[in-house]
């Protein structure tokens, strides 16, 4: 049997952390949960989504709006049509502030490139994407590192992205 | 003509035939003996890229090294073509404009100017802006216009 339930602390997030397990562990006094082979997925208001499979999911400090996963593997839609998909060791869902922390070694993977790092932060209300650990962008031709890393959605075209790169920049061009 | 009769009564010799024929349509010759790609290094501290457009700007202390070329400036933009192609985005690198301080090496040659803009598809430099050409240690002349011809080194 497949058990279904929502995770929800945030009114905006319409189907926040919808969990979908065949395994489910209840602490004994109530206030823990354990998850295992789980499907996490969340949308909002303003398009963006998420759809994650983890290898095993808890919460941490028996709080939660914060849930961890481990394993992880998924797809995130930034606005409508900006769609990548992500590999990580470690995940963590904020459902309150609606940040989704990769950590722990994480990919992204988009057609056109790879981008590998320690640590990113998807900010879903706010629409962007931040690292403050060194990372590489692989594409077909060469690489680019940088030190920092902010994502966000261009004022001219909606469905463009910023690249701001930070704290030193390398790039590497086979012509 | 005799040998080239007998070569192909052979039906393997005839397969073998085929094969090279193959291989040199989907492989050209030219791209097996043509020189290894050349590798651009570019750093900087900042840099801001827009994904759709194909253009990455650079910001503070940029230098760029290629062979024994270095363009060092205060800011550096490269383009790329704008391909709607899916993996297109940074294979085709069509421009690179230096503004700013520029200064370009290259052996014993020291050329500062205000701008330089350089196509790797057509080996070509400009220069441009108070151009200040130094030769060596007192030999040297200003201009307003500076191309270079990577290809055949020509000066104009």
Redesign the interface.
């Known amino acids: 049997m497949i058990m279904i339930f929502f995770v929800s602390t945030n009114s905006d997030f319409e189907t926040t952390s919808l969990v979908e397990t065949k395994d489910f562990n209840i602490g004994s006094e109530g206030d823990f949960f354990l998850v295992d082979n789980a499907k996490l997925s969340g949308s909002n208001k303003l398009g963006n989504s998420f759809n994650i499979k983890a290898y095993k999911i808890n919460q941490i400090n028996n709080k939660l709006p914060i849930i961890s996963g481990s394993k992880i593997t998924g797809d995130i839609n930034i606005s409508s049509k900006i769609h990548i998909q992500i590999k990580a060791k470690i995940a963590e869902i904020n459902t309150k502030s609606n940040v989704l922390k990769l950590f722990g070694g994480f990919q992204i993977i988009n057609?056109?490139?790879k981008l590998i790092g320690k640590e990113i932060f998807f900010d879903l209300k706010k629409n962007t994407i931040t690292s403050d650990q060194p990372l590489t962008f692989l594409?077909?031709?060469?690489e680019?590192q940088?030190g920092k890393l902010q994502i966000i959605n261009?004022e001219n075209?909606e469905?463009?992205?910023?690249?701001?790169?930070?704290?030193?920049?390398?790039?590497?061009?086979?012509? | 003509m005799f040998f080239f009769r007998s070569y192909f009564l052979k039906p393997y010799s005839i397969l073998i035939f085929c094969f090279l024929l193959s291989v040199n349509f989907f492989i050209p010759i030219q791209t097996l003996f043509s020189e290894p790609?050349?590798?651009?290094?570019?750093?900087?501290?900042?840099?801001?890229?827009?994904?759709?457009?194909g253009i990455?700007l650079?910001n503070e202390n940029v230098i760029l090294k290629?062979n024994n070329l270095t363009f060092k400036s205060d800011e550096m933009k490269?383009f790329f073509d704008n391909s709607d192609a899916?993996?297109d985005?940074?294979?085709n690198?069509k421009k690179i404009i230096a503004k700013g301080n520029v200064l370009f090496e290259r052996e014993k040659e020291t050329i500062k100017s205000d701008l330089v803009s350089f196509s790797?598809k057509e080996n070509k430099i400009t220069i441009t802006g108070n151009v200040k050409v130094v030769k060596g240690k007192n030999v040297g002349f200003t201009s307003d216009l500076l191309e270079i011809n990577l290809k055949n080194e020509f000066l104009n």
Not at chain 2, 37 to 53: G, M, R, Y
């Open positions: 057609e056109k490139y594409f077909s031709k060469g680019i940088g261009s075209k469905n463009d992205l910023l690249f701001l790169i930070n704290d030193g920049v390398k790039i590497k061009y086979l012509l | 790609n050349k590798e651009v290094l570019i750093s900087s501290n900042n840099a801001k890229f827009d994904q759709n457009l990455i650079l290629l490269l899916i993996d985005n940074f294979s690198l790797p």
